[in-house]
């Protein structure tokens, strides 16, 4: 997979844990908050039904499954976080046309959402959305 550029955003899931309540597990049923996963938008056919980043013109983006391991790196402060796939999201086409900027750094459309202990460890969480790069290696 060539690296994608975008935007990063975060969600909460599993057992409550910092900023967040209690949530469900996820689709791969292993997601918590407190680990350093995320949601891929292109985790199964069911998933990229409802996601549909193609909406938005968001191509190249492989199909992976529970477990994945992807990077992202925050474009603003070139922070980097390894992460699984936990769940499936963002639904990118809710957000088609999207974009964050800080200074010439600038991601348009949600790609990937991290939990809170990830983003955390490339943003801060009241950033809320950051122009990013997610790659496999």
Do not use: K
Not at 34 to 40: D, E, K, L, R
Not at 66 to 94: E, M, S, W
């Amino acid at each position: 997979m060539a690296a994608l550029r975008g935007e990063v955003s975060w969600f909460c899931c599993g057992s409550a844990w910092g900023p967040c309540g209690t949530a469900g597990g996820g689709a791969c049923g292993t997601c918590r908050s407190g680990n350093y996963q995320h949601a891929w938008p292109n985790t199964s056919d069911a998933c990229l039904a409802i996601t549909r980043p193609d909406r938005c013109g968001v191509t190249g983006m492989t199909r992976r499954g529970c477990g994945f391991r992807h990077y992202t790196t925050d474009l603003c402060n070139g922070a980097r976080v390894g992460t699984t796939i936990a769940d499936c999201g963002p639904q990118t086409d809710l957000f088609c046309g999207e974009r964050t900027c800080c200074g010439s750094a600038c991601g348009s459309n949600r790609i990937i959402d991290l939990t809170p202990a990830a983003y955390s460890a490339i943003a801060s969480l009241s950033a809320g959305l950051r122009p990013c790069s997610v790659d496999t290696v």
